[in-house]
Structures are given as C-alpha cells and as structure tokens.
C-alpha cells in the first residue's frame, strides 16, 4: 500500500523556520518525483517545490525560491522542506505528494497524496 505521511507544521511566528517531513512506503521513492503542495483557505492548491529523485532536479515556486529547501533524506525513503524566513503567506496546509511520471507543478500530474500537515502564522 502506497502511503505518505506528513510531519513538522506548527504555529510559526514570521521569519521563523519549520522543517517538513514527508516519509514514503509502499513504492520505489528511487523511481518517482516528490512535490510539497499548499492550500490557503479559499485558494487553490499550490505547487511549492518538487525534487526528481532518480536525477535529484528540484524545482521551486518563486515565492519561496531562497527560502526553501526540498531535500531527501538519508533513509532515503523520506523527502523534507526547509522552510527558512516563514511568511504569513506561507500559512496554508502543506501536502506531499508523488508521480512516476517526472517534474511536475500541477496537482492532476500527481497520483499519490499524504493526508497534509497544517503551518500557521502565530503573529
């Protein structure tokens, strides 16, 4: 069984940092792409960033470019988002989620999904 779960949202007061974890099973992590995702109240889901593990590419949005790291882990099986310099605009819940299918920012691109972890301003 295929499953993704998230881990490390928080309350975070603006220029804080919070790291995000997304551990994988079920599947080869080695083949596939993994994407972070996030979802304000009222707006659409957003691609944040995504890494292709098999050639370690990694794209980001440009709201968070030099503020956040997407990374795999040394158990190889988990994925991370360094998120440094918080906005309260970063508040939103954050999703990982995986394709075999490559890099890719849209949400109908991927077809496994973790059940969110929430990030919230404290300000």
């Known amino acids: 069984e295929v499953q993704l779960v998230e881990s490390g949202g928080g309350l975070v007061r603006p220029g804080g940092s919070l790291r995000l974890s997304c551990a994988t099973s079920?599947?080869?992590?080695?083949?596939?792409?993994i994407a972070w995702f996030r979802q304000a109240p009222g707006k659409e889901r957003e691609g944040v960033s995504c890494?292709?593990?098999?050639?370690?590419?990694?794209y980001y949005t440009d709201s968070v470019k030099d503020r956040f790291t997407i990374s795999r882990g040394d158990a190889k099986n988990t994925v991370y988002l360094q998120m440094n310099s918080l906005k309260p605009e970063d508040t939103a819940v954050y999703y990982c989620?995986?394709?075999?299918?490559?890099?890719?920012?849209?949400?109908?691109?991927?077809?496994?999904w973790g059940q969110g972890t929430q990030v919230t301003d404290s300000s």
């Open positions: 989620a995986a394709t075999p299918l490559g890099l890719g920012t849209s949400p109908t691109f991927y077809n496994y």
């Open positions: 079920g599947f080869t992590v080695d083949d596939y792409a």
């Open positions: 890494i292709s593990v098999p050639d370690d590419v990694r």
